[in-house]
């Protein structure tokens, strides 16, 4: 990135995933610059205020560039690299959780750049499967932590009866990119309310070739 005035340019991530679960976030940047104070990171704190981290030191060499704090819950980190002179940028890494910030190799060389793409962390509400769709259940690609939502109960006098999904993500449209690893919450079951199961077979392959299912709660 090239700059010859003083304006500020700020580069930021577009629709970031916001996470219901973390309270902490990490992220970073390497920068190569010989201007001092040509790029620094910055969020909104818990309080509410706006933090920053220390700026490049204008070396000329690469410089790792970065934050790692609690964040605000209303807002969302809301983080951004504050840049103000010219300099080379590896590719962004942002994590929720305390993770170590992994930045990319490639250098962004283009003359405008969005952080976009699949985070570390992306937690998105979803609902079971239906009866009718067979085991068959569609998940939102744009996510890799799912929250399911529990099954509607069933009317008095009832057991516990279970839901067994047999596959992900069927039609190739919507497939995960290989390699992609997703996690999965389960609600509380039982009783009036079913549970949500995973069938072992040609689609799913779980661990020890059993089928899963949640410990239903009793009264």
Not at 5 to 33: M, N, Q, W
């Amino acid at each position: 990135i090239t700059k010859d005035d003083e304006t500020v340019f700020k580069l930021r991530p577009e629709h970031p995933p916001r996470s219901h679960i973390h309270s902490f976030c990490t992220f970073g940047i390497y920068a190569k610059s010989t201007t001092p104070n040509s790029i620094s990171a910055a969020m909104k704190y818990r309080s509410g205020s706006t933090i920053a981290s220390s700026s490049h030191s204008g070396s000329g060499n690469w410089e790792f560039v970065g934050m790692s704090s609690e964040f605000a819950q209303s807002t969302g980190p809301l983080a951004y690299f504050s840049i103000t002179g010219s300099v080379e940028l590896s590719a962004p890494t942002f994590t929720y959780g305390q993770g170590p910030a992994t930045p990319g190799s490639e250098f962004m060389s283009s003359s405008g750049a969005r952080m976009s793409g699949l985070l570390s962390m992306n937690l998105i509400d979803v609902s079971a499967p239906k009866t009718e769709d067979g085991g068959h259940w569609v998940l939102p690609r744009e996510g890799n932590v799912f929250d399911i939502s529990p099954i509607p109960p069933t009317d008095e006098p009832c057991t516990t009866s279970y839901m067994y999904v047999s596959r992900i993500n069927y039609r190739g449209i919507d497939r995960f990119t290989a390699g992609s690893i997703i996690t999965l919450l389960f609600p509380a079951c039982g009783e009036c309310t079913p549970c949500l199961g995973l069938k072992n077979g040609g689609y799913i392959k779980l661990l020890g070739e059993n089928d899963f299912f949640p410990v239903a709660v009793q009264s």
